[in-house]
């Protein structure tokens, strides 16, 4: 890697020990042929006093498996987490989390759903209930102790989410992507309000580890933010971040920031990412970037109109496109494996194949598209090939399914498969029958 | 901002203090606990098998009898929840246990309900010698086995489905297993529960009515009940006595409706995660007054503290133990577990085939094969018709909302309604008009459980999104073309639960409606459901067990062959969402 803002790999050689540490962290998953699949690759990490740490990375990086071994909801294969010098192997006293899908209990009221950690704990009844009151004051809820979850919107759900969080007190916060689900607006009041909670000492949290989607949003809340990369997941950069809060989305420092953490993101380690250079060829079990042809023709479309002229800036093209990481990176992804873009340095430009797929016609894409498909992506021009070695051109989706499982879990095959299906239908090279789950020529 | 109804989980003290509403509730607190108990004196009575329990026509005897048959019903409620609870919890939580526990419910929901009743009665009063307890016990438990397997099915299934997210935040906040069970995996249960336990007494009415007269060792013991009455008055040919009948139970079904399930029902929609479109937000008088009065607060803060307290307890001991670490898999012991189940299934078989091999010839098995085609073709033929009867009222009703509001009730009380109490009508009309018993039996099989086509039907019409109704008017969509591509895709999937619910009862049924009595005249009709019903009167344990096996194979081939395709291509292809 050659940017300069990265500092090296963190040696984590402090006076005081950090808050919680991850030494080794390693997760394979189980497949079915007992093989085993890396999702996580030798992670160390340590929160000191006082730091907010983000975790960005591309989905499929693990970040989410890595928070939730912090918190001791799934064990780490190999390598060990300790909080405070205390191995954590289950939930521990001292860390909460907050969901991104918010997690409340729908038959409990706000009041009952802070109130239950404390309750766990045998917390007498009048101190559980000053202290839920409490929270809830804190947090912005008062006055809706008595309501159900399913009578507040997204944003009041949350909210009540961080009571539940901050009502036990917590040494360390763990945030997995609390602030998705949510639409800007809120997500920025809800967002600002936290860090107002952490910068005034308010609460007693001590440190937080937030795993985020959102560039920006990780550049403004974390003191440090690190990059995870895919296949398998591990620490691909640590950048630190020593602006002044509050931070203003529009500072030149700021925005640098930001540009140098989308470079990183679409920097693949070991691959030539230098403009003109050709996508490396892929084999036959790669992990196809979730992206579906129209939003990438889409893309490509705006990206030949103005001010683009065929080039753009990642941040910006994310910003005025209204896409968040998690649907941005799978496109460019695609767009790169497919020859119609190349990527460096944050930015993003057309080659010329995608140059002559924005300039034809509706019908005439197809063609372009076809070619883009068969050329670069093995297993699509592999079904192809066994469609037409076949006498009634026709193949179960089964077949496909076992070989991509030599390479990927389950759930990933499918997946992957079903964006190849997508890519195929959109350029017309094979049709597929759901019903009979089968693939087949047909004639067009 | 006010209390949102909902039984509300912190209780202030102040609200123990009595209030008005305890007026109306405490009364009917009292009455219940005065009822219990003297029904439970009446069950522990006496008595020798031979004795007469006479059953007086006398109607002022009515309201008696029908509270003894709802103390029946209640008590096998009781007992199915628990076993729910119990049976289901187990299921989920082991893995070796869900193995064998899943499969025997598949079986134990096809087995024939009254077929239970002929087997268990002679172990249940062994249980309690010179007690009506056996007997009673018997009759709870024929009505357990109608309403116990679904419930145990919704609520395994809720158990396994409850959001990972959930799941993660009660161990993150560090939820006693205890704590989990009550309240996170039962409470996330809880809506699919109610609404099959209502399913359930729907069903068990019609078996309550048919289990009161039991068959001892060729001796017909009479239960105190309306099923009892009912059996009394054919016997006597009194028509008077049935239409008094089937009034009492109009009543109590209509009392079990507005104080249980309405209460029940609306309570049970805040255990669900996001408000759905079908929410009623009418509350039932009755869930008013049970929310209102400090009584409930009362029995629900004791209940809520009894449950604390078994939670310490189980804490206290589970201190003692080191943590379990992570579950490692031990494949050889699944090995083994599936080894020792396979043994024992060939040695059942082994024993059974014995068993009936040795009192009956092959000839006889093949014969109630045969049996049992014949009721097959029954069963099907019957569900045809009614479908073809209730898919276009059904759909009529549906698609215009304020008639379905009003007719949605109606239709489900009339398949609680334990049909039953009909069959003696039917044997009038048979004979007065020399009708074919073969052919004019068979509407009785689905004399009951035709509503459920109706009601599923009508169900699915209304939740046909108003924008597709619209969009089919737009695009011009008329007549047979309507009804092919839109209507009745629509309503598929709520049409084969509504089915595969009125096949399983019509098998049931086929036991009391293959043959029917009016006083001294018994009409028959071939079918499996007469040879059972013929071997369970004489006590022919070995024919009984012949008969109730061959009929849960059908069930089940029938289960596996055709309604689970069906249902699993309802459940691909259309859905609406």
Redesign the interface.
């Known amino acids: 890697m050659a940017d300069t803002l990265v500092s090296e790999r963190p040696a984590i050689v402090e006076p005081v020990a950090p808050l919680l540490r991850a030494a080794g962290v390693c997760k394979t998953y189980r497949t079915p042929d007992h093989t085993g699949r890396l999702v996580l690759d030798r992670l160390d990490f340590g929160l000191k006093d006082g730091e907010i740490v983000a975790i960005l990375g591309k989905s499929g990086s693990g970040k989410s498996t890595f928070l939730r071994i912090l918190a001791g909801l799934i064990p780490a294969s190999e390598g060990h987490v300790a909080y405070r010098g205390e191995p954590v192997t289950s939930p521990v006293r001292g860390l909460s989390m907050v969901f991104q899908s918010f997690a409340l209990f729908p038959w409990l009221t706000v009041l009952g759903n802070v109130e239950l950690g404390l309750e766990a704990q045998g917390v007498a009844a009048a101190e559980r209930r000053k202290r839920a009151v409490d929270a809830i004051d804190i947090i912005g809820l008062d006055g809706f102790e008595s309501a159900y979850p399913k009578e507040l919107s997204g944003g009041m759900r949350q909210r009540v989410g961080f009571a539940r969080a901050l009502v036990v007190n917590p040494d360390i916060l763990l945030l997995d992507e609390p602030f998705s689900a949510l639409d800007v607006l809120t997500a920025e009041t809800l967002r600002n309000d936290l860090l107002d909670l952490w910068t005034e000492h308010r609460i007693p949290t001590k440190g937080i580890v937030i795993v985020s989607h959102n560039i920006e949003e990780a550049v403004e809340m974390a003191d440090r933010i690190l990059i995870f990369g895919s296949d398998p997941g591990r620490i691909n950069a640590e950048i630190p971040v020593t602006l002044p809060r509050p931070r203003d989305w529009d500072s030149p420092a700021f925005r640098q920031i930001v540009d140098t953490v989308y470079t990183i993101l679409t920097t693949v380690p070991g691959r030539d990412n230098r403009r003109g250079a050709k996508p490396e060829p892929i084999g036959l079990g790669y992990r196809l970037p979730d992206a579906a042809a129209q939003p990438m023709s889409t893309v490509i479309e705006r990206l030949t109109e103005a001010p683009y002229n065929g080039r753009a800036d990642l941040p910006h093209l994310a910003d005025e496109e209204n896409l968040d990481v998690d649907d941005l990176f799978p496109l460019i992804d695609a767009l790169h494996l497919l020859g119609f873009a190349n990527v460096s340095g944050g930015d993003i430009e057309l080659t010329p194949a995608g140059r002559q797929f924005a300039d034809a016609e509706m019908l005439d894409r197809k063609p372009v598209f076809a070619d883009a498909v068969l050329k670069h992506i093995p297993l699509a021009a592999h079904i192809c090939r066994v469609l037409d070695e076949r006498p009634g051109h026709r193949a179960p989706a089964a077949r496909f399914l076992r070989e991509l499982e030599d390479h990927l879990s389950e759930e990933e095959a499918q997946r992957v498969l079903e964006t190849v299906i997508g890519w195929g239908r959109y350029a017309e090279i094979f049709a597929y029958d759901d019903d009979d789950e089968a693939f087949s020529l047909e004639n067009f | ?1 006010e ?2 109804w ?1 039984l ?3 209780a202030w003290p102040s609200r123990l203090r009595p209030n008005y509403w305890d007026l109306v509730a405490l009364p009917l607190v009292f009455g219940v606990i005065a009822l219990v108990a003297w029904g439970g004196l009446a069950m522990t009575a006496r008595y020798h098998i031979g004795d007469a329990l006479p059953i007086s026509l006398d109607p002022w005897r009515l309201p008696e009898y029908a509270l003894r048959t709802v103390l029946r019903m209640a008590a096998a409620l009781v007992a199915s929840l628990v076993f729910s609870l119990v049976y289901a919890a187990i299921a989920a939580k082991n893995r070796q246990a869900e193995k064998i526990l899943i499969p025997v419910l598949d079986i134990l929901q096809s087995v024939p309900i009254l077929g239970f009743l002929s087997i268990t009665v002679t172990g249940f009063i062994a249980l309690f010698p010179g007690r009506l307890l056996g007997v009673e016990c018997a009759a709870i438990f024929a009505i357990f086995t109608s309403q116990a397997w679904n419930m145990t099915f919704s609520l395994y299934q809720s158990l396994r489905t409850v ?1 990972g ?2 799941i ?2 009660a ?6 297993p205890w ?1 989990r069970f009550w ?2 995996e039962v ?1 996330h249960g ?1 809506p699919t529960l109610i609404w099959n336990m209502m399913m359930s007494v729907s069903g068990g009415w019609f078996f309550v009515v048919a289990s009161e007269a039991i068959t001892v060792s060729g001796q017909t013991i009479m239960l105190p009940g309306i099923g009892s009455y009912i059996a009394t008055a054919i016997a006597a040919r009194d028509l008077a006595a049935i239409l008094y009948a089937v009034g009492v139970m109009l009543v109590v079904i209509l009392l079990y409706d507005q104080l249980l399930f309405r209460p029940l029902l609306a309570w049970s929609q ?6 759905g479109a079908d929410e009623d937000n009418v509350r039932p008088w009755f869930l008013i007054v049970m929310q209102r009065a400090r009584v409930f607060d009362l029995v629900q803060s004791g209940g809520l503290a009894l449950n604390r307290g078994i939670d ?1 307890m189980l804490n206290t001991v589970g201190r003692r133990r080191p ?1 379990r ?2 579950a490692r898999p031990m494949p050889w012991l699944d090995r083994v577990f599936d080894l020792v189940l396979l043994v024992a299934a060939a040695g059942a078989m082994v024993w059974l085939g014995r068993f009936i091999s040795t009192a009956l010839s092959f000839a006889e098995i093949g014969w109630v094969f045969v049996l049992g085609a014949i009721t097959a073709v029954r069963v099907l033929v019957l569900i045809a018709v009614a479908s073809l009867i209730w898919v276009p009222i059904g759909v009529w009703i549906g698609l215009r909302p304020r008639i379905a509001d009003k007719a949605q009730p109606i239709v489900q009380f009339l398949a609680a309604f334990p049909a039953n109490l009909f069959f003696p009508l039917a044997v009038v009309l048979i004979l007065n008009f020399h009708l074919n018993t073969e052919i004019w039996l068979s509407p009785l099989m689905i004399l009951g459980t035709q509503w459920y086509i109706a009601f599923n039907v009508i169900g699915g019409a209304i939740s046909l999104p108003a924008e597709l109704k619209l969009a089919a008017t737009n695009l011009g969509v008329r007549r047979w073309l309507w009804w092919r591509r839109i209507m009745l895709p629509a309503i598929f999937p709520a049409y084969v639960t509504g089915a595969v619910t009125a096949a399983g009862g019509s098998w049931n049924a086929s036991i009391v409606s293959e043959v029917v009595q009016w006083g001294d005249t018994t009409l028959r009709a071939t079918g499996i459901g007469a040879y059972i019903a013929q071997y369970t009167a004489e006590g022919d344990a070995a024919r009984i067990a012949l008969g109730i096996a061959v009929l849960c194979l059908y069930v089940l081939a029938f289960n596996r062959l055709l309604w689970r395709r069906l249902y699993n291509l309802a459940a691909e ?1 259309l859905r609406l969402d």
């Open positions: 901002m209390q949102r909902g509300p989980l912190v959001p997210d959930l993660e935040a161990r993150m906040y560090h939820l006693s704590q309240r996170l409470p809880i805040k255990f669900k995660g996001d408000p310490g943590p670490g992570e292809r």
